[in-house]
Structures are given as structure tokens and as C-alpha cells.
């Protein structure tokens, strides 16, 4: 079993940055994939951006050119770094993990609010 806990999450106007993160109770190096998903009220998970153990990353189109997600294997660290926040970015953020073999992990969630 792999706990996630996520940080980083609050109140920013829209333009700001926030840097969201993520410590797996393992070591990041043995996790094949992570990444970040965001739910909007009412609807379904949906991905921001992930990264694969090779350094091969993707993102949702509606936040290429403004967020990084990046993996720090020194600090055993996951982040997110949101740049030029807009409203619709508000939602809960919730960091993932999947190991090959294992069921997916989930974090539970840091609320990340832009005000226009």
C-alpha cells in the first residue's frame, strides 16, 4: 500500500502561480507513472499532466505553456508547477500513482481555488 499526500493547494488570483506537491510513502524511483488529475464539483476525475519514469511527460491541452509537472527523485517529491492561474482552474487536485502490478494510488486531494 502507497499513501500520497498532497500540499501546495489554496487561494490565488487568476495570473498567479501556485506549486502543488506530492510525497509517496515509497520511493518515487519504483513508482512507473505519476501524475495529476483534477475533478471539477459533479463531474469525473479528469488528468492534468503525468510523468512516466523515463522523464516523458503529458499534458491536457488547457494547461500546456502553463504548467510543469516535474519529478524530484532527490526529495522523493512529485510537483506541479502552475503558472498564469485561470478561474476554470479551480477544482481539486489530486496527485496518482500507478506501479506495475499494484491497483492505481490516490492522493486525497488539495482544493485550488482562482479568483477572477
Known amino acids: 500500500q502507497v499513501q500520497l499526500v498532497e500540499s501546495g493547494g489554496g487561494f490565488v488570483q487568476a495570473g498567479g502561480s501556485l506549486r502543488l506537491s506530492c510525497v509517496p510513502s515509497?520511493?518515487?524511483?519504483?513508482?512507473?507513472?505519476m501524475g495529476w488529475f483534477r475533478q471539477y464539483p459533479g463531474k469525473q476525475r479528469e488528468l492534468v499532466a503525468n510523468?512516466?519514469?523515463?522523464?516523458?511527460?503529458n499534458y491536457d491541452d488547457s494547461v500546456k505553456g502553463r504548467f510543469t509537472i516535474s519529478r524530484d527523485n532527490a526529495r522523493n517529491m512529485l510537483h506541479l508547477q502552475m503558472d498564469n492561474l485561470k478561474p476554470e482552474d479551480t477544482a481539486v487536485y489530486y496527485c496518482?500513482?500507478?506501479?506495475?502490478?499494484?491497483?492505481?494510488?490516490w492522493g486525497r486531494g488539495t482544493q485550488v481555488t482562482v479568483s477572477s
Open positions: 510523468v512516466h519514469t523515463s522523464g516523458t511527460t
Open positions: 496518482k500513482a500507478v506501479k506495475i502490478g499494484d491497483p492505481v494510488y
Open positions: 515509497t520511493s518515487i524511483s519504483s513508482l512507473d507513472v
